[in-house]
């Protein structure tokens, strides 16, 4: 973490496989809790035409934000070269991607679950982001 004590504001790349998910709740949980602290963005290996819609609909319900409004499926080729790389939990593959910085936080895909299972993966990516804030800003 040394090597980002110069730049302004690291940038985090929230990554998995498709990029409709969990890594898009971590981008918008990133920018709403930790925008002050560092960049955030989310990519995979794969895209989808569109991003979870239970996970739109649950970030809506709980955050009050519209992800459909301002995020989209990326490659993480095509995301800028990232301080910190966060793996939200690859099991099969992770996608390729190097940083100074790097954590798995080894979280299950909800996707196909009940909104409860969304709300708690919600809630586990809240309080992970607000850790890496916390672990950033003393950098």
Wanted: with cysteine.
């Amino acid at each position: 973490m040394d090597q980002m004590r110069n730049e302004k504001k690291p940038k985090v790349a929230f990554v998995c496989v498709h990029n409709s998910c969990r890594s898009q709740m971590a981008e918008a949980l990133g920018k709403k809790l930790a925008g002050d602290v560092f960049e955030s963005y989310s990519g995979g290996t794969e895209v989808k035409d569109h991003i979870n819609p239970d996970a739109v609909r649950m970030m809506k319900q709980l955050h009050g934000i519209d992800m459909e409004e301002t995020q989209f499926s990326k490659l993480i080729f095509d995301l800028p070269k990232p301080d910190v790389v966060i793996f939200m939990g690859c099991n099969v593959s992770c996608p390729s991607l190097t940083a100074p910085y790097m954590e798995n936080w080894g979280l299950d895909d909800p996707t196909g679950k009940s909104d409860e299972v969304f709300a708690v993966t919600i809630e586990k990516i809240q309080e992970k982001v607000l850790l890496l804030k916390d672990k950033l800003s003393h950098i």
